[in-house]
């Protein structure tokens, strides 16, 4: 048995489960779940028409590059949303079965374990950042270290999961020379990047570009369907950037077996070439952060994020017993901050906070808040 899997812990949702296992929520509210960032608006019906119309693929073996198609409409995609030059469809992209897979594997092609390597995540993180580091025989560190030796990958997330922060050009930069000096890859997780509600946020290849860093060396960056299209059951996305750190990933993925369907790929194509529904569904989020940031108000500090579909809120008491009892004695539930960071000098940076996912129907956002208000003034 691979001993590193004895380092993983618990995923946020089964520490979720353990926490409320057994309780009986109060029967006179209906349940109400926002603890995962699960998209509830309807996937488009483009994309689906798409699917099903080449469900004949499905008599293929797909080529685990992806066809010429899809690769030249997320390199148009590409261009088009952070106006940027047209990355080369048949070496700066590479289609994947959704972002959280190839965020996973892609740590796999990159570590050397013999080199007592470590993996830079952010904190509070995504995580997949963390197992992908454990299983590649690496070290996870949480938070820009003090020292960067033995640092191979850096994990950014911007629009970041759970604030919401959008990483700045300054902040590129410095990353960027760092990366320079230590020669680690930044692995940039971008798949909140479509929602937004003032200005498209900064992506890592756009910084780069912007930063005069054309060839987006040492960089890649990961996308997803799921959240831009509503579509998490195609588990579609891409990679894209270095070209040659992604020949080592396709071979990698070569041997892994992931090769996308080709009916998921025919419905990606539509969707990567539309925007009609992506800003449709921007406005619903919109509404619902219209909506229910006035009713929180300062008591929980809510504040619409500049990315994503997340209210990262600070909570009066313990986030862990704020999460259990608002489920016993409200029936709403959402995910306890500290179970998604790690503690880091001393003390761990998602304690008193929980995440909110807006991802319900507005008036259960709007049910769920006026809940979150009553429970808190009874503290």
């Known amino acids: 048995m691979n001993p590193n899997l004895s380092r993983l812990q618990a995923y946020p949702f089964e520490r979720l489960r353990a926490l409320v296992a057994g309780a009986s929520p109060n029967p006179a509210f209906a349940p109400i779940n926002l603890s995962i ?10 994309v689906k028409q798409a699917l099903v119309g080449a469900l004949d693929g499905l008599a293929a073996y797909p080529a685990t590059a992806g066809s010429p198609e899809l690769r030249e409409a997320v390199a148009g995609w590409l261009e088009r949303r952070y106006r940027i030059p047209r990355p080369d469809p048949a070496t700066q992209v590479l289609p994947v079965n959704g972002s959280r897979e190839a965020l996973f594997a892609f740590a796999q092609t990159i570590i050397n374990p013999g080199e007592k390597a ?3 995540c952010p904190n509070p993180f995504y995580q997949i950042y963390e197992g992908a580091a454990l299983l590649a025989g690496a070290t ?9 030796n033995g640092v191979q990958l850096v994990y950014t997330c911007s629009p970041a999961n759970p604030s919401g922060k959008v990483m700045s050009l300054e902040e590129w930069k410095t990353l960027f020379e760092l990366s320079d000096r230590h020669g680690f890859v930044v692995a940039s997780d971008e798949c909140y ?8 946020p900064l992506g890592a290849l756009e910084a780069s570009i912007r930063l005069n860093r054309k060839s987006y060396e040492r ?7 799921s959240k831009r299209s509503n579509a998490p059951g195609m588990l579609s996305g891409f990679v894209a950037g270095d070209a040659q750190l992604l020949k080592q990933f396709l071979l990698y993925r070569t041997y892994h ?3 996308m369907s080709l009916a998921v790929q025919h419905a990606s194509i539509a969707a990567w070439n539309d925007e009609v529904h992506v800003t ?3 406005r619903l989020y919109a509404q619902k952060f219209d909506a229910v940031v006035p009713l929180l108000g300062k008591f929980f500090n809510a504040e619409t994020p500049e990315g994503g579909f997340y209210l990262w809120l600070r909570t009066p008491i313990d986030d862990a017993e704020f999460a259990r009892r608002l489920h016993g004695e409200y029936n709403v539930l959402v995910l306890p901050g500290s179970y998604l960071a790690r503690e880091s000098g001393g003390e761990n940076p998602g304690k008193n906070h929980v995440r909110v996912a807006l991802v319900a129907p507005l008036g259960e956002c709007i049910e769920a ?4 208000m009553r429970f808190a003034r009874s503290l």
Do not use: C, Q
């Open 193 to 200: 990047s479509e929602i937004y509600f003032v200005e498209p």
């Open 219 to 225: 960089l890649v960056v990961f996308s997803s369907l």
């Open 369 to 372: 808040a006026n809940r979150m």
């Open 280 to 282: 449709e569904n921007r």
């Open 257 to 259: 077996g992931s090769a």
């Open 140 to 148: 996870p560190v949480f938070g820009y270290p003090d020292d960067w």
């Open 37 to 46: 960032g699960e998209p509830k608006h309807p996937t488009p019906a483009l």
């Open 118 to 120: 470590k993996v830079v």
